[in-house]
T-cell receptor, first 115, second 118 residues
Framework: GDSVTQMEGPVTLSEEAFLTINCTYT??????LFWYVQYPGEGLQLLLK?????DKGSNKGFEATYRKETTSFHLEKGSVQVSDSAVYFC??????????????FGSGTQLTVLP | DTGVSQNPRHKITKRGQNVTFRCDPI?????LYWYRQTLGQGPEFLTY????????KSRLLSDRFSAERPKGSFSTLEIQRTEQGDSAMYLC????????????????FGPGTRLTVL
């Protein structure tokens, strides 16, 4: 079945450091790929998405590029802030009429940014 | 727009008891999803509705679990004869349907209901 594997955490960085969280997937066909973020005490929020190969999703300084050849969707940010501390989830889904059916999530990566 | 709401936020019950959770989606969102999240793991899909029709169910949704969305608005998730393995965060999400003609209909998540089975 479809699955997502993401870099295990926790990850601790100093403010302004470069961030990479690795994500690879296994799926039959070509899914859409997502990064969700969960801030402490809040619900999951969509951070960015890419719906086809070579697409780059970006939001709030975060970027991820859909790499079909390596089945990857690594999350990057050039300079993290304390406010980026959260749990990050990589996910995939197959879209039907513009809507995701089920989302398949990775296990999440806890990021802590120290001042 | 108050977002997706879920009630209760926390539920503690004894093994063998029945529990019911409620999810109120964002108004006019016709798709509604249920997920389960255990500690240290990502959410796992349980089921989803298009309006009042339950279109897909995961193998995780055993016979003790039942979900309804009787009028295509709010939804309930009932767990009968709870077991300790049912302890988890139960998440609800909603998304607009094709009628809004979005290029992608994002799933908006609620805060979840944390269930503890003693």
């Amino acid at each position: 079945g479809d699955s997502v594997t993401q870099m295990e955490g926790p990850v601790t960085l100093s403010e302004e450091a470069f961030l990479t969280i690795n994500c690879t997937y296994t799926a039959t066909g070509y899914p859409s790929l997502f990064w969700y973020v969960q801030y402490p005490g809040e619900g999951l929020q969509l951070l960015l998405k890419a719906t086809k190969a070579d697409d780059k999703g970006s939001n709030k300084g975060f970027e991820a590029t859909y790499r079909k050849e390596t089945t990857s969707f690594h999350l990057e940010k050039g300079s993290v802030q304390v406010s980026d501390s959260a749990v990050y989830f990589c996910a995939l889904s197959f879209l039907s009429s513009g809507s995701a059916r089920q989302l398949t999530f990775g296990s999440g990566t806890q990021l802590t940014v120290l001042p | 727009d108050t977002g997706v709401s879920q009630n209760p936020r926390h539920k503690i019950t004894k093994r063998g008891q029945n529990v019911t959770f409620r999810c109120d989606p964002i108004s006019e969102h016709n798709r509604l999803y249920w997920y389960r999240q255990t500690l240290g793991q990502g959410p796992e899909f349980l089921t989803y509705f298009q309006n009042e029709a339950q279109l897909e169910k995961s193998r995780l949704l055993s016979d003790r679990f039942s979900a309804e969305r009787p009028k295509g608005s709010f939804s309930t998730l009932e767990i009968q004869r709870t077991e300790q393995g049912d302890s988890a965060m139960y998440l609800c999400a909603s998304s607009p349907g094709r009628e809004l003609r979005s290029s992608y209909n994002e799933q908006f998540f609620g805060p979840g209901t944390r269930l503890t089975v003693l």
